[in-house]
């Protein structure tokens, strides 16, 4: 274990690929930073204080992890707060590609900033929380894609 490290995103809803990621990092790592942004390319359904509080009842007990929400870029933000690395987790070849080209812009903008690439459980390859919200407004069975202590707050919101 050592450092401290953020995993960032925009959890719009955290689901059980987001828990996966967090906890897995949580041994890894003596802190987990969990960045909740705004992503400008997404109208999100829930507000950054609401993703937060889903976020923070759905990894309570894991005691390292901190939920912050913040504006800017993550590079500034990780030098500011002392943070090391980043930790990504990737699903597809996709994914990849993306935080490939993201991983290298920070490392341009923080030097001393490293990213961390983590594979989604097998699992969870197909889960995002795009779909999630798909299928939570056609009125589909969420159960199995999001923790259950957040579960009826986002079908609430998505129905």
Known sequence: MGNKVICPGSFDPVT???IDIITRASKMFD???VGVLNNAAKTP???TEERIALLKEATEGLDNVEIVGFDGLLADYAKEQGITAIVKGLRAVSD???EFQQALTNKKLNPELETVFLTCNS???YL???MVK???ALGGDISSFVPECVHDKI???LK
Do not use: C, D, P
């Open 155 to 157: 079908l609430k919101r």
């Open 123 to 125: 699992e969870f390859l």
């Open 128 to 130: 995002s929380s795009s």
């Open 31 to 33: 802190q987990v930073v």
């Open 45 to 47: 359904s829930f507000t």
């Open 134 to 136: 798909q299928v939570a």
């Open 16 to 18: 059980f690929g987001h």
């Open 96 to 98: 990849f590609e993306y």
